[in-house]
């Protein structure tokens, strides 16, 4: 996976200040996610940066700080600025796709690139560094608005990581491979609960700062969000939470199941329910229904199983029905308020045509007025000649 910050120099210019000397800047180019900014930096910025992550790290960044030439500037030299900028575009690259993160977790980085106090750091890979995710927990949350849809992608990316692994779960045919899988898909909740923790956090600090001023920043306007993107955000937190919990039932339920997959001797037969089993929940069913009709759907017969409810006990099976239940609720609201908007929208157009046809009748009354004032001077025009 490309790394969320995507750092390049790739213009030089050179700068000529009134008192000093002229010297040569640097353009980086950072694109993220959702937004592209650019910055303007000195060789000097760089070995002050490079100084501040040495002190706060105590080691090296992957990559060289090109060194200081003492016998030639770059300014008037192509070859040099051109070697020069390649070092530095290597250097900063090497800190953003670096495996660790200890550098770009540093404040002296964020300060670098001009970024948010409350931005968050991410790895290569995009997800979030152990040592930010603490220290945002702990702190004010995600207060800047894009950060926080960056943040709730990788919760999204959590989620579906942890059905795959539950799916996983279900599919393992020994008792290790689906305790692994099923201690892969709780860490990957509590990595979503996280997550949601500090979406909420943040999503608490950004409200604040919506209804105060704007504290500038690189941020600027956008930190400021209106009340129904907030309630969006609130839902969608919402829905996520209700996910987690929803998976984190399931997950206990398998678990349950596997326990209770244990002989009379005490020694455990497997954790995947054998066709017997399955069978034996359902004896006596047939027979009772022999006489019934066997075409359709027979009331207390057996249901095809599906994914979802293949090895779940009688709680998962509950747990996973009032999931979907929820969901379907979710969905049900979700369509009243699309009918209820285009309910609104419509009303709208019927009042916004109801003023066109009352503007197009005064139109054809002054044409009317018009036509008759012609048609008196065409007259008049004939008596003349």
Same mark, same amino acid.
């Given at each position: 996976?490309?790394?969320?910050?995507?750092?390049?120099? !790739?213009?030089?210019?050179?700068?000529? !200040?009134?008192?000093?000397? /002229?010297?040569?800047?640097?353009?980086?180019?950072?694109?993220?996610?959702?937004?592209?900014?650019?910055?303007?930096?000195?060789?000097?910025?760089?070995?002050?940066?490079?100084?501040?992550?040495?002190?706060?790290?105590?080691?090296?960044? !992957?990559? !060289?700080? /090109?060194?200081?030439?003492?016998?030639?500037?770059?300014?008037?030299?192509?070859?040099?600025?051109?070697?020069?900028? *390649?070092?530095?575009?290597?250097?900063?690259?090497?800190?953003?796709?670096?495996? $660790?993160?200890?550098?770009?977790?540093?404040?002296?980085?964020?300060?670098?690139?001009?970024?948010?106090?409350?931005?968050?750091?991410?790895?290569?890979?995009?997800?979030?560094?152990?040592?930010?995710?603490?220290?945002?927990?702990?702190?004010?949350?995600?207060?800047?608005?894009?950060?926080?849809?960056?943040?709730?992608?990788?919760? +999204?990316?959590?989620?579906?990581?942890?059905?795959?692994?539950?799916?996983?779960?279900?599919?393992?045919?020994?008792?290790?491979?689906?305790?692994?899988?099923?201690?892969?898909?709780?860490?990957?909740?509590?990595?979503?609960?996280?997550?949601?923790? *500090?979406?909420?956090?943040?999503?608490?600090?950004?409200?604040?700062?919506?209804?105060? $001023?704007?504290?500038?920043?690189? %941020?600027?306007?956008?930190?400021?969000?209106?009340? =129904?993107?907030?309630?969006?955000?609130?839902?969608?937190?919402?829905?996520?939470?209700?996910?987690?919990?929803?998976?984190?039932?399931?997950? +206990?339920?398998?678990?349950?199941?596997?326990?209770?997959?244990?002989?009379?001797?005490?020694?455990?037969?497997?954790?995947?329910?054998?066709?017997?089993?399955?069978?034996?929940?359902?004896? =006596?069913?047939?027979?009772?229904?022999?006489?019934?009709?066997?075409?359709?759907?027979?009331?207390?017969?057996?249901? +095809?199983?599906?994914?979802?409810?293949?090895?779940?006990?009688?709680?998962?099976?509950?747990?996973?029905?009032?999931?979907?239940?929820?969901?379907?609720?979710?969905?049900?609201?979700?369509?009243?308020?699309?009918?209820? +908007?285009?309910?609104?929208?419509?009303?709208?157009?019927?009042?916004?045509?109801?003023?066109?046809?009352?503007?197009? %009748?005064?139109?054809?009354?002054?044409?009317?007025?018009?036509?008759?004032?012609?048609?008196?001077?065409?007259?008049?025009?004939?008596?003349?000649?």
């Amino acid at each position: 996976m490309a790394p969320a910050l995507q750092i390049s120099i !790739p213009t030089t210019s050179t700068s000529t !200040p009134p008192d000093s000397k /002229p010297y040569t800047q640097y353009h980086l180019s950072l694109q993220l996610p959702l937004r592209a900014h650019k910055l303007q930096k000195r060789y000097t910025d760089f070995t002050t940066l490079h100084a501040a992550l040495l002190a706060q790290t105590g080691a090296a960044p !992957p990559a !060289p700080l /090109p060194p200081k030439s003492w016998l030639r500037r770059t300014v008037g030299n192509a070859a040099l600025t051109e070697e020069r900028r *390649q070092g530095l575009e290597k250097y900063a690259r090497g800190i953003v796709e670096a495996e $660790d993160g200890r550098w770009r977790s540093c404040a002296a980085w964020r300060a670098f690139l001009n970024l948010p106090a409350g931005t968050s750091t991410l790895n290569a890979n995009g997800s979030l560094s152990a040592t930010n995710s603490t220290t945002t927990a702990s702190g004010a949350g995600i207060s800047d608005p894009t950060q926080w849809l960056e943040v709730h992608r990788q919760l +999204k990316q959590h989620l579906q990581t942890a059905r795959q692994q539950l799916k996983q779960r279900e599919q393992a045919s020994t008792a290790q491979a689906q305790h692994a899988r099923a201690s892969e898909a709780k860490a990957s909740l509590v990595r979503a609960a996280t997550c949601i923790a *500090q979406l909420e956090d943040g999503l608490r600090a950004i409200a604040t700062a919506s209804q105060g $001023d704007d504290d500038g920043g690189w %941020g600027g306007s956008s930190k400021k969000l209106g009340q =129904g993107e907030i309630r969006r955000r609130r839902d969608l937190v919402g829905a996520a939470r209700k996910e987690v919990e929803g998976l984190e039932g399931v997950l +206990k339920s398998l678990g349950a199941a596997a326990r209770g997959g244990v002989a009379g001797g005490g020694v455990r037969t497997g954790a995947v329910a054998s066709a017997s089993d399955a069978a034996a929940l359902w004896q =006596g069913t047939s027979a009772a229904g022999a006489g019934a009709k066997t075409s359709g759907r027979v009331l207390g017969g057996p249901v +095809k199983e599906t994914e979802r409810t293949r090895e779940l006990d009688n709680g998962g099976v509950l747990v996973l029905q009032r999931q979907v239940m929820e969901e379907q609720e979710e969905d049900v609201l979700s369509l009243g308020k699309t009918v209820a +908007k285009m309910r609104e929208m419509g009303i709208l157009i019927n009042e916004e045509l109801t003023v066109q046809n009352e503007m197009l %009748g005064l139109v054809e009354q002054d044409v009317e007025r018009h036509q008759g004032k012609l048609d008196v001077a065409k007259r008049r025009i004939g008596k003349i000649s």
